[in-house]
């Protein structure tokens, strides 16, 4: 069984489109993420979600827009994307309330806007 | 500037070598770290340091935290080929946070 998964796996789109990029955890997490790993395999967080609610909402554009519809999901919506927006997108999720608190990573989707 | 830093950027070694990579920051590291991240996967958690000091192995992967919770180093001994990948440190640096900072990586490529 996946733990965290993601759809879809590659995502190729032109320039100005609105796509969108869905997570689900079957761990039973209450806290989910969505990271961005560049050209530079630099990767950097952009939001996090604990319980539905945004916890982290670092300085990303407001082309993209973060839902939370349960515990178990978080999608991720860009709107008008632009070439910058080209990477790889991966959603984690984590307890927060354990002692280690690792944050288990999906697969990761490769976004290329043409 | 970078919050953690990764040395080396990448490295080849010869299989059965030992290798070190470091992370380091200027802020205090309240948690660290470390995954692996093989191409076109997502990042597996390797181990977790808090304490000043401590020092956790897996398998033939050891990992420090220094005593000031500033460098932490990964260790690998006798490298094979399934150790290769992209090691990536991440670190909570505002203590209690969810919000991880990550170090750009190192790829490792160990040759048979």
């Known amino acids: 069984d996946t733990a965290v998964s993601q759809t879809p796996k590659y995502l190729v789109t032109q320039m100005g489109n609105d796509k969108s990029i869905k997570c689900e955890q079957n761990?039973?997490?209450?806290?989910m993420y969505w990271y961005k790993q560049d050209s530079k395999k630099f990767l950097k967080i952009m939001f996090s979600?604990?319980?539905?609610?945004?916890?982290i909402n670092e300085t990303v554009p407001n082309r993209f827009s973060p839902k939370s519809p349960d515990k178990a999901h978080l999608n991720l919506h860009i709107n008008s994307l632009e070439l910058g927006d080209s990477a790889v997108y991966f959603c984690a999720s984590s307890q927060v309330r354990t002692v280690v608190r690792e944050q288990f990573f999906g697969p990761g989707t490769r976004l290329t806007v043409l | 500037s970078q919050e953690l830093e990764q040395s080396p950027q990448s490295l080849i070694v010869q299989e059965g070598k030992n290798l070190t990579i470091n992370c380091t920051s200027s802020?205090?590291?309240?948690?660290l770290y470390w995954y692996k991240q093989k191409y076109g996967e997502g990042l597996i958690f390797l181990m977790m340091?808090?304490?000043?000091?401590e020092e956790k192995s897996h398998e033939k992967i050891t990992a420090k935290l220094d005593e000031k919770k500033q460098q932490s180093s990964l260790h690998i001994t006798a490298s094979q080929p399934s150790h290769a990948g992209i090691y990536l440190c991440g670190a909570d640096l505002q203590g209690g946070s969810e919000k991880l900072v990550f170090g750009k990586g190192t790829k490792l490529t160990v040759n048979p």
């Open positions: 979600y604990n319980n539905k609610e945004l916890i």
């Open positions: 340091l808090q304490k000043g000091g």
């Open positions: 761990l039973g997490h209450d806290t």
């Open positions: 802020k205090t590291l309240y948690g």
